[in-house]
């Protein structure tokens, strides 16, 4: 597996921007790939906005913005994403299986 090559460039205003070096594209698998002095910070993965853990872009007033794959969601959709169900799902413990229902 080869380990992933970053070209980073700091702005003379002090704004620091993460690319791929082989792709030129913004891209940074683990923090915002733009940063600028005044908080402003923009998570890019391949050249799209994209942040699974939080928002993509979050604005130096405390605005945030949320991407996946570029396609911009709103904060209750984000959140959702990935809550699923337990209703009638079953469970094993010490061996007895029961059966998840809705609690009133």
Same mark, same amino acid.
């Given at each position: 597996?080869?380990?992933?090559?970053?070209?980073? $460039?700091?702005?003379?205003?002090? &704004?620091?921007?993460?690319?791929?070096?082989? &792709?030129?594209?913004?891209?940074?698998?683990?923090?915002? /790939?733009?940063?600028?002095?005044?908080?402003?910070?923009?998570?890019?993965?391949?050249?799209?906005?994209?942040?699974?853990?939080?928002?993509?872009?979050?604005?130096?007033?405390?605005? &945030?913005?949320?991407?996946?794959?570029?396609?911009?969601?709103?904060?209750?959709?984000?959140? /959702?994403?990935?809550?699923?169900?337990?209703? $009638?799902? &079953?469970?094993?413990?010490?061996?007895?299986?029961?059966?998840?229902?809705?609690?009133?």
């Amino acid at each position: 597996m080869s380990k992933q090559v970053y070209r980073v $460039e700091v702005s003379e205003g002090g &704004t620091i921007q993460w690319y791929d070096s082989e &792709t030129g594209k913004l891209h940074n698998e683990s923090g915002p /790939a733009i940063v600028y002095p005044d908080g402003y910070r923009a998570y890019y993965i391949h050249g799209e906005l994209h942040n699974e853990s939080g928002p993509a872009i979050v604005r130096s007033n405390g605005d &945030t913005e949320y991407y996946l794959h570029d396609k911009k969601l709103t904060a209750s959709d984000f959140l /959702a994403r990935n809550k699923t169900s337990c209703e $009638e799902k &079953t469970i094993v413990v010490d061996g007895h299986t029961y059966r998840l229902v809705k609690a009133d």
